[in-house]
Every structure is written in structure tokens, then in C-alpha cells.
């Protein structure tokens, strides 16, 4: 089952497990198991085109960041992607779907390269897979960052816990990126946090999101993963996020953002999440 609208296409599983994409910046806007809904977004999110979704899984493409030459976080988010295949059921009834952008004007006024970005959706019974493909095809090498920006729903963040951070290092934002090490065997969160871990385990276990289960994330090629929550501090700063909703969102975000990523002239670069209902 698929079905799509102009700026909106739906992969349908049936038994109520859905995903929905957005074409503004190919964002991954809901994705239900069972009719429960796995991602948040918020109230005050906008869908205009002006700024990315505050929401769902934004792409953030080809910088991480503030960015002097374009909005924070690059531009994918808020370009327009075209459906390059729409929703196809495979044999055992997981469904597929490829959305992609490929380098305009309006982006080669921020970064002067040709490129073409590849996005793969397959949603599967308790999992949601997206691989995001990098192809460079300009005459020259060029180097970026790349990050599934995911926001997790939760019922309370408070009671939420992180692990595959032990050991590792971190760039803390809210400390004029001062560099630690975590200490923590997992991660728990009662303020506003916005860590950029390093090198971490290919595998996060995020308790107590959606009626208090486990979410699985595996990453391919995503050698960081930054956790934020802006907690009432810079919820307040931010006019498309409520003020009262932080305590039930939690970012995981899996990315190459410490060190960008330098890709060579025909060649891919593929960095892929895996969220799994545990």
C-alpha cells in the first residue's frame, strides 16, 4: 500500500505501521507501530520552507553546525527533494521508498560543488531503516559533515538513558565546547544537554521512549552521535518549539561531524541508521 500528495508521500505496511516523509529536506516527519507514534515533532513546527522541520529526522548536509555561508546545519533540510521511487513493497511486505536533490544554484551559491544526495526509506515491522548516499559529482574532491538529526518521542526525558557513550569522548556546546570523557555507563538527561560524542559504539539503547520501551539504533559509517535536549533553558529561544515540550523529546543523533569527510570526484559516501521497536 502507498500513497502520496504533493509534498507528502506515505509508506503504509498495514496492521497501522506507517512512515511518512516530508519532500521539504526528504525529513522523515512520523513513524507509527501499531498507531503509536515512535517520532516527535513539534507543535510549532513549520513546513514552509524557510527553515527545516523542528522535528522527525532531519538530514543535516554538508555541514554541521552554525555555518557562515548558509543556514545552520546546511541546506538539505530545506531544499526540495524529488520522489525518485515511489513506496514498492518488497516479497515479505517491507516497503521501500528513494528520494533525492541534487545541486542548484541556490546551493551553489552556500558550497560551489556539484553532488547528488540518495535517500533510501525502508520501513519494516518494528523497524525503520534510512541510508543516506553522498555521491560527488563535481570535477574535484569536497569534504562535509552529514548527521541524521532524530528526535525521538518520550514520555518523560528524565527517565530516558542512553548507552553506547561509556569512554567516549565529547565536545559539551553548552560549555564553550569544552572537551570530557563520559564516565557514565549510560546517559541520563535533567538539562539541557547538547554533547557531540566521538567514536562511539555502533549500537545506542534508548529506554523508556514510547509507553516506556526500549529503542534500538544501529549506525553504518556515522562515527558520532550527538545528544541534545534544549530542557526550558533554550526552549524558550526557539520559536518553533513549545516551551513545555522538551520533556518529551530526545535527540540521538548518528553522523560524521568531528572530522568531515573527504570524497573523491564519481565516488559515494553512505551512512545509514536503523531504528528498531524493541
Request: charged share 20%; aromatic share 10%.
Amino acid at each position: 500500500m502507498a500513497s502520496s500528495v504533493s509534498s507528502v508521500v506515505v509508506l503504509d505496511r498495514g496492521n497501522n505501521t506507517t512512515c511518512t516523509i516530508n519532500l521539504l529536506g526528504a525529513t522523515v516527519v512520523s513513524w507509527r507501530v501499531n498507531n503509536q507514534e515512535q517520532l516527535f515533532v513539534s507543535k510549532l513546527a513549520v513546513f514552509d520552507g524557510q527553515k527545516s522541520i523542528r522535528g522527525g529526522i532531519p538530514l543535516v548536509f554538508p555541514h554541521f553546525g552554525p555555518w557562515a555561508y548558509g543556514p545552520q546545519h546546511g541546506f538539505a533540510k530545506i531544499c526540495r527533494w524529488e520522489v525518485e521511487k515511489q513506496p514498492e513493497p518488497y516479497e515479505n511486505g517491507d516497503i521501500e521508498a528513494i528520494f533525492s536533490v541534487v545541486d542548484t544554484p541556490f546551493t551553489k551559491q552556500m558550497w560551489n560543488y556539484s553532488f547528488k544526495l540518495v535517500l533510501k526509506v525502508v520501513l519494516r515491522e518494528k523497524e525503520l531503516q534510512v541510508g543516506l548516499n553522498v555521491i560527488n559529482t563535481s570535477p574535484e574532491p569536497f569534504q562535509f559533515t552529514m548527521l541524521f538529526h532524530t528526535y525521538l518521542k518520550v514520555p518523560d526525558v528524565r527517565k530516558c538513558s542512553i548507552s553506547g557513550l561509556h569512554g567516549c569522548m565529547f565536545v559539551d556546546k553548552t560549555k564553550e565546547n569544552s572537551i570530557y570523557q563520559e564516565s557514565r555507563e549510560l546517559v541520563t538527561i535533567d538539562n539541557w544537554i547538547d554533547n557531540i560524542y566521538q567514536n562511539t559504539l555502533q549500537e545506542h539503547i534508548i529506554s523508556n521512549v514510547v509507553s516506556g520501551r526500549k529503542m534500538k539504533m544501529v549506525k553504518y559509517n556515522l562515527p558520532d552521535t550527538v545528544v541534545w535536549n534544549p530542557w526550558d533553558v533554550k526552549a524558550s529561544t526557539m520559536s518553533d518549539f513549545g516551551d513545555d515540550e522538551y520533556p518529551n523529546m530526545i535527540c540521538v543523533e548518528a553522523g560524521a561531524v568531528m572530522t568531515p569527510i573527504t570524497l573523491n570526484p564519481s565516488n559515494t559516501y553512505e551512512g545509514t541508521i536503523i531504528l528498531q521497536v524493541m
